[in-house]
């Protein structure tokens, strides 16, 4: 089983040598952090020599502000140019809690200090921010002033408790979303690190989870986005997708495999009446596969979701989900983006869901009769006008969701293959950002993918119809000093600038540099570069308005 493991493996290397000539593809620009601080074209911006854990965790482009969180501090730092009027919130964790998070022998540098997880707007003046205070969660309200200009930045509030908005421990992902004052969480809430849950809490309604220790809804998850999505016209039909990946035992009970996994939930659900009292009652899953097909039909998986980034459009079900994976194989190292279309995704949840039968409990599209309303269906939306709460569901309902959570169908990306696939190279891509581009000949889509060594790369993809091989690395940038693998990346169209974190800090990168790929016409042309086109006297950036 093995050996034909490696020889799929060897075949698909070779395949993907051969499409791309190389495995690994060269930029055609390299930029130091010292070359790319000359171009004038990058802003820095960090609060201390020794690292801090940064994260980019809100961008407020009516604001001009983004917000950052990192070991202690919460920054507000200007759009525009980070480095200018920057502000500072000092916010450690008390000394009894460092004391005895140390007692507990937790780590004192990467454990033991307030570590910003959580930064929400919560509304027009204040934001909601939460830490994980030396493995004891707390949240306050920060007032940032009704305009930028007013430099406000303070604490307004006391510390709150925060467990079931950030996890304990801080290298355990927290995912939240906030939406009319209530908090959308996906996390760790207890210090142990053994109860996954989504939970909405800082709310006027009653706080609502995941079915506790039920591996069927989260097994062992490691949560990396959430994102509210509208599902047709009525707003009552909007859901939250839960991004994560899971950790999933086999029919054996011996060996366990990674899965990646969409999630999503009503925001109006407030649990069931007899059943899920305070348990979600429109919870659905559905894996998400990012694979590579042999000749002979075998998947290869690129199986560990690490970040995605929503595309979106005027029309929310054309919106594009990008996504990056890794591999969990000991035999190769990889990276890979897949590109979901939302009409997908949506048609896995509306189709057949998973059911166990048999002596090995293989899963089988359920059979028997689904009950109305449909599970998963919000309350008061276009499919149920007359029932407008989840308490008001019927007990058949509830009982099925409870027992069957997980879609049959997985989802699977354009064209079933990934966008862009990277096999031996000497890096692995963290994070993504997407921009679309108006250039002279047309629509492209410029993919900004962080990797753990550090750098950025500006990949555009050729309109080749989402193929395989139409893609160009037009830029490499080191955009921090050391290697730090990248921890956020946010983009502003707007702006036309990138926002990129990683324990050493944040870089502000304009989305261009045009005159770096030479003086003449035939360089800048062939750079092929949506964002530049050549004026007559120099390479510069294009605007679809102008005359060229």
């Given amino acids: 089983m093995a050996f034909l493991a490696l020889h799929v493996l060897i075949g698909i290397f070779i395949y993907f040598s051969s499409v791309k000539g190389s495995s690994q593809p060269q930029a055609r620009v390299f930029l130091t952090f010292n070359e790319l601080q000359e171009t004038k074209t990058s802003e820095y911006h960090r609060i201390s020599h020794s690292p801090l854990d940064y994260r980019i965790l809100l961008m407020d482009e009516d604001q001009d502000r983004i917000y950052v969180g990192s070991k202690d501090h919460i920054l507000s730092l200007n759009i ?98 906030m939406i009319n004052e209530e908090l959308f969480s996906g996390m760790y809430i207890d210090f142990m ?61 011996s060996t366990k495999q990674i899965h990646s996994m969409i999630a999503r939930i009503c925001p109006n659900d407030t649990g069931g009446q007899r059943s899920l009292v305070n348990k979600w009652t429109t919870f659905l899953k559905a894996r998400l596969v990012c694979s590579v097909m042999d000749e002979d039909g075998t998947e290869t998986y690129f199986d560990e979701l690490e970040d995605v980034f929503l595309l979106e459009t005027d029309n929310p079900r054309t919106t594009l989900v990008y996504g990056i994976f890794s591999t969990s194989s000991s035999i190769f190292k990889g990276s890979a983006v897949c590109v979901y279309h939302l009409s997908d995704i949506q048609t896995v949840f509306n189709g057949p869901f998973a059911h166990k039968e048999g002596p090995n409990h293989q899963l089988i599209p359920y059979q028997g009769r689904i009950p109305y309303p449909r599970p998963g269906t919000c309350p008061g939306g276009a499919f149920t006008p007359n029932m407008r709460t989840t308490k008001e569901f019927p ?34 891509y963290t994070k993504i950002a997407v921009d679309r581009v108006n250039a002279a000949d047309g629509r492209y889509h410029v993919l900004f993918l962080g990797t753990d060594q550090g750098t950025v790369q500006k990949v555009v993809v050729l309109p080749t119809n989402f193929s395989a091989s139409g893609e160009l690395i037009l830029e490499e940038l080191e955009v921090f000093q050391s290697n730090s693998p990248i921890t956020t990346m946010k983009i502003s169209s707007k702006k036309q600038q990138l926002y990129v974190s990683s324990d050493e800090g944040v870089t502000q990168v304009s989305l261009h540099r045009c005159h770096i790929y030479g003086s003449a016409c035939a360089d800048c042309c062939l750079a092929r570069d949506p964002y530049c086109a050549w004026d007559g006297s120099s390479c510069s950036r294009f605007y679809p308005t102008g005359k060229r």
């Fill in 80 to 177: 525009n140019n980070i480095s200018q009027d920057p502000l500072n919130i000092f916010w450690p964790a008390s000394a009894n809690k460092v004391e005895e998070c140390k007692m507990a022998g937790k780590d004192p540098t990467h454990g033991c200090g307030n570590f910003v997880r959580v930064i929400q707007s919560y509304n027009r003046t204040h934001l909601y921010v939460c830490g994980s205070g030396a493995f004891s969660p707390v949240c306050v309200y920060v007032n940032r002033g009704r305009r930028s200009e007013e430099q406000i930045f303070k604490i307004d509030s006391k510390c709150e408790s925060g467990k079931g908005r950030c996890s304990f421990n801080p290298n355990v992902n927290t995912v939240s979303v």
């Fill in 193 to 253: 690190g053994t109860d996954a849950a989504i939970f909405r809490s800082l709310t006027r309604r009653n706080a609502v989870r995941t079915d506790q220790h039920n591996s069927k809804w989260l097994s062992e998850p490691i949560f990396v986005d959430a994102h509210v999505i509208p599902d047709g016209t009525d707003p009552n039909d909007a859901k939250i997708y839960f991004f994560f990946k899971e950790r999933l035992t086999d029919n054996s009970g």
């Fill in 395 to 428: 007990d058949d309902v509830v009982t099925f969701i409870r027992n069957h959570p997980l879609m049959f169908n997985p989802i699977y990306p354009i064209h079933k293959r990934p966008l862009i696939i990277r096999i031996g190279a000497d890096y692995k």
